[in-house]
């Protein structure tokens, strides 16, 4: 059965700064892998979905890496702002369902 | 688009009764998924379906919990009788058919129940 580990399960990091989240899986059989940002009391929305045979995805400040091989990924986010405050959570992907870590609480002062 | 649509968004019950929870997919989307988030388990998957037909419900955790999805725009996720433990936020989710794509989730229902 596929896990999803996310570390750390909470980061406080003052504005400006960049920083880095964990994401770790036990079944390479991915299709792919998502990254999502979760606000409070809200739904999910879609960060970045990268295929499985690619290695990473950009959009704007957020980069995410994928390692099939080790089972990791990594959420990068460049020059943080307290708009980034959310949960981001990561999921793997096998043909039709998602399994989810717990997710990053993120939060981002002035 | 709307989006998926998911109602209602509170709903506080007692201990005992039937709680109905109702989602509308995004138009020509074939999958739809219900998932329950707590804080001590996560975002667990519930149950999802094909073009209207329970695939997978493996996740639901009891004979209490049951789905339907008499259409391709209207589904719901009807607890009975319902328990304290069963407090949690029920999303709402669909996608097309591609294996790659991602799903869209609506705003989920936080139930409480009393």
């Known amino acids: 059965k596929q896990e999803v580990t996310q570390i750390p399960a909470a980061l406080s990091v003052p504005e400006g700064e960049n920083l880095v989240l964990n994401c770790s899986f036990t079944d390479s059989a991915i299709y792919n892998l998502q990254w999502f940002r979760q606000d409070p009391g809200k739904g999910l929305t879609s960060l970045l979905l990268i295929q499985s045979s690619q290695r990473e995805q950009t959009s704007g400040r957020l980069n995410a890496s994928l390692d099939k091989s080790s089972g990791r990924s990594t959420l990068y986010i460049a020059a943080s702002q307290p708009g980034d405050s959310a949960t981001y959570l990561c999921?793997?992907?096998?043909?039709?369902?998602?399994?989810f870590g717990k997710g990053t609480m993120l939060l981002v002062s002035p | 688009d709307a989006g998926v649509i998911q109602s209602p968004r509170h709903e506080v019950t007692e201990m005992g009764q039937e709680v109905t929870l109702r989602c509308k997919p995004i138009?020509?989307?074939?999958?739809l998924f219900w998932y329950r988030q707590t804080m001590m388990r996560g975002l667990e998957l519930l149950i999802y379906?094909?073009?209207?037909?329970?695939?997978?419900d493996s996740g639901m955790p009891e004979d209490r919990f049951s789905a339907k999805m008499p259409n391709a725009s209207f589904s719901t996720l009807k607890i009975q009788p319902s328990e304290p433990r069963d407090s949690a936020v029920y999303f709402c989710?669909?996608?097309?058919?591609?294996?790659?794509?991602?799903?869209?989730f609506g705003p989920g229902t936080r139930l409480t129940v009393l």
């Open positions: 989710a669909s996608r097309t058919a591609g294996a790659a794509d991602t799903q869209y």
């Open positions: 999921a793997v992907s096998g043909y039709s369902t998602l399994t």
């Open positions: 138009s020509g989307h074939d999958y």
């Open positions: 379906f094909n073009n209207n037909v329970p695939i997978d």
